[in-house]
């Protein structure tokens, strides 16, 4: 959503061309009627970083859907993105076919894939990446998480129900745990 300087007009969706998905045009629709019934009621606006008045999604956790077969879906920032932005980087990856006893009960022979991206220095999620059969549900739940900025450590009591494809996410917390003294990458 973007807004002249003195506040009357708003562009939102295709038009600002800030992120083109459906979604996230809804979001910004969102943001500005928040930011437009306020400025009626004489209320000061809060455009700080996650404010109400703010669009903050739009760069830091627009979420993404490839409806194709598989399933592609992302949301955050890819590795390559967050080393370029400068963060201490550790990748997470993890086999949804063989490491997730809920795949296995999804579809016979279920191939798919997850990638987690975290800040190295702080413990929390700067992306995710599925890649599988029905992988568009698992991802509301990693927009959370990006957006949030959970920490890793906050995340491994967020229960996944067994046996669901969501199992994924102890999957790689469980992988993370196991790798991070060794992969992390500056």
């Given at each position: 959503m973007r807004g002249v300087d003195d506040g009357w007009l708003y562009a939102l969706g295709d038009v600002n061309r800030h992120a083109l998905l459906t979604h996230q045009g809804k979001y910004q629709a969102r943001i500005a009627g928040a930011a437009i019934g306020a400025r009626a009621a004489g209320q000061l606006l809060d455009t700080s970083?996650?404010?109400?008045?703010?669009?903050?999604?739009?760069?830091?956790?627009?979420?993404?859907?490839?409806?194709?077969?598989?399933?592609?879906?992302?949301?955050?920032?890819?590795?390559?993105?967050?080393?370029?932005?400068?963060?201490?980087?550790?990748?997470?990856?993890?086999?949804?076919?063989?490491?997730?006893?809920g795949a296995k009960l999804y579809a016979d022979g279920y191939r798919g894939w997850a990638r987690m991206v975290v800040d190295a220095d702080h413990g929390t999620l700067l992306g995710m990446t599925f890649v599988g059969p029905g992988v568009s549900e698992l991802l509301h739940s990693a927009t959370v998480a990006v957006a949030g900025q959970v920490p890793i450590d906050r995340l491994w009591h967020a229960v996944p129900c067994f046996p669901t494809i969501s199992e994924v996410w102890l999957r790689l917390l469980e992988t993370y745990r196991d790798t991070s003294t060794t992969t992390s990458r500056r």
């Open positions: 970083a996650w404010g109400a008045h703010a669009t903050t999604a739009d760069s830091r956790a627009v979420p993404q859907v490839f409806f194709c077969d598989p399933e592609a879906v992302a949301v955050g920032l890819s590795a390559e993105q967050a080393e370029q932005s400068g963060y201490g980087v550790q990748v997470v990856d993890v086999d949804l076919g063989q490491a997730v006893a």
